[in-house]
């Protein structure tokens, strides 16, 4: 999960392909670029099968700390390589979470199997790609880097576009819930569609779209999406350091090398054939070429009744890329319901990281203890805590994900392939990167607003002397970038809530400064160790509140609801019209 705008590019050895990882979030990131295996060099896998724990620690069926920490112990040790889908540390980590599910009680929860094969696509696009604007009798060629990036998710090899006329069409949201439609009245298929990162109003300071707090409108990989729903050939995003929250450097980065996707037969949604981002300096060109001046166009993109622009530019472009494929598993284990065992809760959490660098010197393992064999010791803890109680009304299914740190991949495919339907699903209770910051006053509910699972955690948090507070930076879209998201999107009302910001003794500089700790020393480093010195105290509440949520769930007949408003309410009550 990511704290901040950030990424670390790590090959491991999936079949011995490279994966990059970022956090679901291949446009927000940094680089931490590490060398993939030289063929035939990879590690030779052991011999010995870790079924159960390497540690002789005896577990409660109660949610314990200690039992809390042998899990992350384990998961984070240097011997699991940093649990890199593919390799020996997913074969140790798969074995691990899978020998606990059998500890508990649990049953195989994918039709008799404790697996579900997720199947992955990598693109890597050619270096040297480069793309024209015909701007009348004048000729642009933008070279990938400095000045764009582009790249295909289609999984073809080759992929062309032809004089495409470039329409400039706002913020390119259409959101019906809040009567504002970019497209409106506009046919773009076949065209290229120019569009502004974040929210509509955003750039102006306005109210709309819920203000500094970044919608599901906001973010970038909405816009492609939202293209590729209304025909378009190709979208490109203009770049600004403020409204995507990092400068183009990070763009940069983040589209170089691998990027990774479902299948295009699994995940049937639409996909533009090309997509990319313009640098803001060739944005204010193109716009001048067409007697535009970028920043009124931001003052009029803010308004309603916005009407798209064509800006008199046709695209040619032909991007070639190598594409590779690869497998990895998610691990599952149901709790069968007593009364309504067709209905379900489902707790999730990813189990992969990203890996081990090969060769150099020094610490070269990725171990993820906070990121997230925290989210799995959690899963494993409330599952054991379950499964000791009184059998549930409805299932409980544990989903272990992997592919999170490739794109939210392991979720995505769950959400496409899903065991159990998803009218059938109540919700989806994701745990990732759980922070030891100790005992707080307050509960940070990423998202907060969203639905009605957060009028079931109000009273169990304040039982715990807590009240609920949404994340400090609501500008970053944090909600849409861990893997409840794909619940969301599919209508599923997920909740996404960890941690404080007020510690009960020690204040908030206390909890502000391992967070610091974290960002800069540890998220997504080799220094994201375990230490037997966690302050667990808030951790444990978390657990037991977010246990309880599930609890109440699986003992009831409600259908919590996404909130009046929510962009993804639309969604649910077209699978579940009341
Ligand atoms: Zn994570």
Redesign the pocket.
Known sequence: ??QRPLRAAVLASLASLGLAAC?GDTADTDTAVVEAPAAGTAPAPAADAHRQPVTDHVFDSAIRAQDFNAHVQTLASDDFEGRAPGGRGERLTVEYIQGHFERIGLEPGNDGSWVQTVPMVETTAAPDTTFDLVMGSDTRTLAAGSEMVIGTRTGQRSVSVTDSELVFVGYGVNAPEQGWNDYEGLDVEGKTVVIFVNDPGFHIGSEMFEGERMTYYGRWTYKYEEAARQGAAAALIVHDDRGAGYGWSVVENSWTGPQFDLPADVDTAPRLPLQGWISADVARDLFAHAGLDLDEQYERAGQPGFTAVPLDTRLNATVESVIREGESPNVMGLLRGSERPDEVVIYLA?WD?LGRVFGGVGDRIYN?AI??AT?VAAILEIAGQMAAGERPERSVLFLAVTL??SGLLGSAYYVADPVFPLEKTVAAINI??MLPVGRTTDFTVVGKGNSELEDILEPIAAAQGRVLVPEAAVHAGYYFR?DHFNFAKAGVPALYAKGGTEHVEHGREHVAAIEEDYRTNRYHKPGDEFDPDWDLEGILLDLQALYEVGRTLADSDRWPNWYAGNPFRAAREAMRPE
């Open positions: 999960m990511i956090s990813h990281h993820g990121d997230n989210g999170e740190e990732d990167a861990s």
